[in-house]
């Protein structure tokens, strides 16, 4: 698994996700528990990871949406 992006906003996590399900891209939430331990002030960023197979085709569809950034 190789990381695609991550972020600390949950609304751009959920729309990333939504992204990558309608491109049946399969993907993991990496760190998205550690919420729990910081009282959620979103300070750990969550990071989406995929197979390195699919990056590339990941990486298309984060690029037309314009999501392909790290913040």
Known sequence: MV???KT???ARLTYVQ???DDANIPFL???QHI???EAGIGAFPRRIMV???FLL???TV???AQEFYND
């Open 62 to 64: 984060l690029q037309d």
């Open 18 to 20: 939504a992204l990558l």
């Open 51 to 53: 197979e390195e197979s």
């Open 29 to 31: 939430v990496f760190d």
């Open 8 to 10: 600390t906003n949950v």
């Open 3 to 5: 990381e695609l992006i």
């Open 35 to 37: 919420s729990m331990l």
């Open 57 to 59: 085709a990941a990486k």
